[in-house]
């Protein structure tokens, strides 16, 4: 506001004038007509009008327009007594996704894993892609590493970072966007692959028969809502001991460190006290062969341990993976980060290499051609059934029960830009099929919502849902062409917190 000079009265009414004539020429029907700014009407100046009320007679003729289409009182009565997507869900794209696969890793895991009613598809994703070579190297036909070890670390460490944030940020208003974006979501269940190493390198992992999970791992809205209370509780004062002349920086450690002693009262009252990072544990369990078998060693000695013969995975291999975005809002081979986005103070932050999309599957595909599995992030949300496990752009025909298309004229990047789109939940591949000149057409995923879902777990998802909704996948830079891997080199484009490449899965 005020950033321009007003108009002279002539000018003004001269600019409305050749508005209105170029409106008049204009014949809207039952399309959206899209008008290109012409330079001294649109381009220089704001267009002049009164916000429209929504008449009520205007209403009424459209209601009889609409029954008056014998297709549309079928509508009615097909949509209205039903789920709309049950009613538009194309069998054609059911029988098209089956679950055959010409390129597969030789050994998928298992059982079907199941986050329940938490974010944690994140830790479910990882550990499932962890556990593959763990379960040859003891011979195992079951195996479950314990996500609520990690999980409970996460939530400790991500308190700590919020503090930590709400301090360096204590010079800023309260209602700034970046304060107010800190204090919405202070410690989300969701996470990404470099808060997954943060905390694997920093605590290791144990078995899940060690530290299974609590009610409160399975449903964690409760301790969510005690611990994000506190925590913006603990944000008010915090920045008034800053504010104050008083206070040294000995007394604010010693206040912060006070809070998350509560913080650590509230976890381990709910979650279960953990394993010792630093103490031996014994994995006491019977192989598939059905012989007794003991391992004895620490959390982070047991994540270091993590290789097989049969597979070139180790947690070396672990610890160079990267993430390849598919962003199309930025130039391709450009490297992105999101200010303030992790979980450990002084932990490795999110890096992410923005490449085109046929350069994100091709990476995907041979790792599947190598045997391993790939994590990856998407919006999980759309096109997709849970029952069936398809996931589909051509699986609900919304355009056959509105007469409209659902997203029109927004591709991916516009779809990120209005808030339409964004990485919601995070699974593994374990197989792709190609058709006979190579080209990929559907993708098998390992899912984390148990295996009454889907096909006992598992999804299938079409090679155009993946161009349109995958937005991450963690790959082994062996895989990448040199241009690829040397984007790691650059300066990161630094995105905002509040950016979609800032959701966690």
């Known amino acids: 506001m005020g950033a321009q000079q007003s108009k002279s009265a002539p000018e003004t009414a001269a600019h409305e004038k050749a508005v209105l004539d170029r409106l008049r020429t204009l014949s809207v029907e039952d399309e959206f007509v899209h008008v290109e700014a012409e330079k001294g009407i649109l381009s220089n100046g704001a267009l002049t009008r009164q916000p429209d009320q929504l008449a009520i007679g205007l209403t009424q003729n459209w209601q009889s327009k609409l029954l008056a289409d014998p297709k549309n009182r079928l509508a009615l009565s097909a949509l209205s007594s039903a789920n709309p997507r049950d009613v538009l869900t194309s069998r054609s794209a059911k029988i098209a996704d089956q679950q055959v696969f010409n390129i597969r890793i030789p050994f998928e895991g298992a059982p079907i894993t199941n986050q329940r009613s938490s974010g944690r598809c994140w830790l479910f994703a990882s550990t499932n892609v962890f556990r593959v070579a763990i379960m040859k190297k003891y011979n195992l036909d079951s195996f479950e590493l314990s996500q609520a070890y990690l999980f409970f670390w996460d939530k400790l460490e991500k308190s700590n970072y919020f503090l930590e944030n709400i301090i360096d940020t204590a010079d800023q208003p309260l209602d700034e966007r970046l304060v107010q974006r800190l204090l919405a979501d202070p410690i989300s269940d969701g996470g990404q692959w470099d808060m997954v190493y943060n905390l694997v390198e920093k605590y290791g992992l144990v078995p899940q028969t060690l530290y299974p999970d609590s009610w409160n791992a399975m449903t964690s809205s409760i301790i969510n809502s005690i611990i994000v209370a506190k925590l913006r509780e603990y944000a008010v004062v915090l920045r008034k001991l800053i504010n104050s002349s008083t206070t040294t920086a000995s007394s604010l450690s010693s206040t912060k460190d ?244 800032g959701a966690l899965a």
Not at 390 to 401: N, P
């Open 258 to 501: 006070k809070m998350m002693r509560e913080v650590h009262l509230i976890l381990t009252l709910t979650l279960g006290p953990p394993p010792s990072t630093t103490e031996e544990f014994e994995w006491n369990f019977l192989d598939k062969d059905g012989r007794a078998r003991t391992v004895t060693s620490t959390p982070h000695n047991f994540s270091k341990d993590i290789s097989s013969q049969e597979f070139r995975i180790t947690s070396s291999t672990i610890a160079s993976m990267v993430s390849l975005v598919h962003d199309p809002r930025h130039e391709p081979l450009s490297l992105m980060t999101v200010d303030r986005l992790g979980n450990i103070v002084g932990g490795r932050g999110i890096t992410y290499i923005n490449v085109d999309i046929e350069t994100l599957k091709q990476a995907c595909v041979s790792m599947l051609r190598a045997g391993l599995p790939v994590f990856f992030g998407s919006d999980v949300g759309k096109y997709s059934e849970r029952a069936s496990g398809v996931m589909d752009v051509d699986l609900f025909d919304y355009e056959l029960g509105f007469n409209v298309s659902l997203y029109g004229s927004l591709d991916k990047a516009a779809r990120l830009r209005v808030g339409e789109s964004a990485m919601t939940h995070a699974m593994v591949l374990t197989a792709v099929h190609v058709d006979g000149e190579g080209k990929t057409v559907r993708w098998r995923v390992q899912n984390s919502w148990g295996a009454d879902i889907g096909s006992k777990g598992w999804f299938v998802m079409s090679d155009r849902w993946m161009d349109e909704f995958v937005y991450q996948a963690v790959v082994d830079p062996r895989f990448l062409a040199k241009k690829v891997r040397d984007v790691l080199g650059k300066e990161p484009i630094v995105l905002p917190l509040w950016d979609p490449m």
